[in-house]
């Protein structure tokens, strides 16, 4: 198996999966979207609220706050158990006064590690006289669990294999046009592929010259994998925590079949 960086930023990654299949890819992603762990608020007590919304409403959206993770000093309560040195939850308080907007970065974490990523959110408008006072608990969670605890979105596509049979056929330059991604240039008025890696597969090039000029297709061993993080964990941590994931089912499955031997 061979990977190639495409290109990332703060928020996303793009990379070449050279050599697999899509049981792998797609394992990885599943276990991505269900099964790397984050840290959300999970229960709120409200000791004061008086905005114009209704607890409720203020706990789910607390419970959509993203907060930043540190894997390292918190555990899953499935897991505190065998890890008896990490914490389980942590509280988070809040005490606002209006006039005045209640943003995320209001929220007072006991953990400076632990705290929300877009500091700007709002939670809610406070009128004049109007006071909100809580404590929230966070933990850590997995998606599996609830939607809030996804560290992000992986998604991917079968490798671009584009074959022009008759680069001199009439419409080169619309398909330079229609194409979405550029993949196209047009060379002494012939068509070339100019960028493979950026063709996503949407067969506009084949609707406009048909199947007797162009084909595409995506690959079954080689993939294109983009993954953006929801900003708890950087892409990395993502992708290391879920091959761990994988790695600990594996070796629990190897214990189950050794029992039956
Ligand atoms: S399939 Fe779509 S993205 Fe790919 S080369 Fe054709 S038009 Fe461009």
């Not at 930043?68 to 897991?79: A, I, N, Q």
């Amino acid at each position: 198996m061979d990977i190639k960086l495409l290109n990332k930023d703060k928020e996303k990654v793009s990379f070449i999966i050279k050599n697999t299949d899509n049981v792998f890819v797609n394992t990885l992603r599943r276990n991505i979207t269900s099964n790397v762990p984050t840290m959300a608020i999970d229960t709120v007590k409200f000791i004061k609220n008086s905005s114009a919304l209704y607890d409720e409403i203020l706990a789910h959206r607390l419970g959509l706050v993203v907060l930043k993770t540190d894997l390292k000093s918190y555990s899953l309560k499935t897991e505190s158990k065998s890890k008896k040195s990490s914490t389980t939850e942590l509280l988070l308080t809040l005490d606002c006064k209006g006039p005045c907007t209640v943003y995320a970065e209001d929220l007072k974490s006991k953990d400076p590690k632990v705290k929300p990523v877009y500091p700007k959110t709002v939670i809610v408008k406070l009128d004049k006289n109007q006071e909100l006072k809580l404590e929230a608990t966070a933990v850590l969670g997995t998606g599996k669990q609830h939607a809030k605890f996804s560290p992000g979105l992986m998604w991917y596509q079968g490798y671009p294999n584009i074959n022009i049979s008759k680069p001199n056929a009439s419409g080169v330059t619309e398909a330079v046009k229609v194409c979405p991604t550029k993949v196209f240039r047009a060379e002494n008025k012939q068509l070339k592929v100019h960028d493979m890696d950026k063709c996503i597969l949407c067969m506009a090039c084949v609707d406009l010259l048909g199947e007797n000029v162009i084909s595409v297709k995506g690959s079954n061993e080689d993939f294109i994998v983009n993954l953006e993080s929801w900003g708890q964990l950087k892409h990395n941590e993502i992708l290391e925590k879920a091959v761990e994931v994988m790695d600990e089912k594996l070796d629990d499955f190897t214990d189950e079949i050794k029992k039956i031997k």
